[in-house]
C-alpha cells in the first residue's frame, strides 16, 4: 500500500523540481524528503529520481507515478470532506493578496471566533504564489486578482469571484509623475493597457510594489495612478471612475470544495464583501471625486 505522504512529497517534487525546494515546502529537511522518497522508491520497485552529485530529475516513472499522486491526493481531500459531514474544523491556509487580506481580515477573524475548532491561518502571497501553493497543497484558499478578466481554467481548481473591484484614475493626472506596479507584476500589464486606452503615455514612472505604496504616496500628492478600490478605501484621494474592474477571486482544490471549513470560510468572505459594499464609503463622495 502506498503511504500518502510520500506521494504528497513525490508531488511536490514535480512540481518544484528540486530536493531544497520540496523540502521547504513540505516542512520536512532536505535529507528527510530524499530518504522518503527512496523508501517510496522500494516500495514500487522502480526508480523514482535520476541522481547526481548536485540535482534529482523524476525517471519516466517518477512522472507516471507523481500524475497518479496527484489523483490520489485529490481523493483523498474528496473523502476527508464527505467524512467530516458538517462539523467546521481543522485547519484552512488562506494565501491572498494584500489589499484584500488589509481590507477581509474581519471576515476571517469572525469566522475563527464563530468556530472554535477552525485553525485558520492567513498568509500574503503574489497571486502566482498562492496559485503554485495552491497546487502544491500549502494552502487552501487562494485569494488572487485579475487586471485582464480573461483567466483559463484550470484542471482541478474551482475559481469563483469574490469582488469586482472598481478602477479608478486616481490623484492629479496634470502633474506627470505617473505611479505604477513594476514589470512582472500583475496589476502592470492592466494599467498599462487601460492607460493606452486613455491615451495617456507617461513620461515619468515611479515604480513601487504593491498598491497601497502607491495609494499612500498618492495622497501625500505625488502623482497620478490607477488604483482599484480597496487600494483607496480610506484615504481621500481625488478620483474618477473607469468604468473597469479588477477581478478579485477564490481558488481552491475541486477535492476541498465539499469540506465544511473551506465552505465556512469561503461564506464568510462572500458575506462581509456583500455587506461592505452596501457600506458608503466617504472619499467616494461628490467632494472627494474629479
Known amino acids: 500500500m502506498l503511504e500518502l505522504r510520500r506521494l504528497a512529497l513525490l508531488h511536490q517534487f514535480a512540481v518544484h523540481g528540486t530536493i531544497a525546494a520540496t523540502a521547504a515546502a513540505s516542512g520536512y529537511s532536505a535529507s528527510a524528503v530524499s530518504q ?5 522508491e522500494r516500495e514500487v520497485g522502480r526508480t523514482l529520481l535520476e541522481r547526481t552529485a548536485r540535482s534529482a530529475t523524476l525517471t519516466e516513472a517518477g512522472h507516471t507515478l507523481a500524475a497518479h499522486a496527484a489523483v490520489i491526493l485529490d ?3 474528496a473523502a476527508e470532506a464527505d467524512l467530516a459531514g458538517t462539523t ?5 491556509v488562506v494565501s491572498t493578496i494584500p489589499t484584500a487580506a488589509a481590507a477581509w481580515a474581519g471576515a476571517l477573524i469572525e469566522v475563527s471566533r464563530a468556530h472554535p475548532d477552525l485553525e485558520l491561518v492567513l498568509h500574503q502571497h503574489s497571486p502566482d504564489e498562492s496559485l503554485r501553493r495552491l497546487r502544491t497543497r500549502e494552502t487552501d484558499i487562494a485569494v488572487v486578482d ?3 478578466d480573461h483567466v483559463p481554467a484550470e484542471p482541478g481548481l474551482h475559481r469563483e469571484v469574490l469582488h469586482r473591484d472598481p478602477l479608478y484614475l486616481a490623484g492629479d493626472p496634470d502633474g506627470g509623475i505617473w505611479l505604477c506596479a513594476p514589470p512582472g507584476q500583475p496589476s502592470r500589464p492592466g494599467t498599462d493597457r487601460l492607460l493606452r486606452e486613455l491615451g495617456i503615455e507617461p513620461a515619468v514612472r515611479w515604480e513601487f510594489d504593491g498598491l497601497p ?10 502623482g497620478a495612478a ?3 478600490g480597496l487600494a483607496l478605501a480610506g484615504t481621500a484621494v481625488p478620483r474618477t471612475s473607469l468604468d473597469r474592474h479588477r477581478r478579485i477571486d477564490a481558488v481552491l482544490r475541486k477535492g476541498s470544495r465539499a469540506r465544511p471549513a473551506i465552505t465556512a470560510v469561503l461564506s464568510a468572505l462572500h458575506a462581509f464583501v456583500t455587506n461592505t459594499a452596501k457600506v458608503p464609503n466617504p472619499a467616494n463622495s461628490p467632494g472627494a471625486a474629479r
Not at 467546521?88 to 484552512?92: L, N, P, Y
Open 36 to 40: 522518503q522518497l527512496t523508501v517510496l
Open 88 to 92: 467546521v474544523r481543522g485547519r484552512v
Open 146 to 148: 485579475d487586471w485582464l
Open 75 to 77: 481523493a483523498a481531500e
Open 213 to 222: 505604496m502607491i495609494a499612500a504616496l498618492l495622497a501625500r500628492g505625488a
Open 226 to 228: 490607477i488604483l482599484p
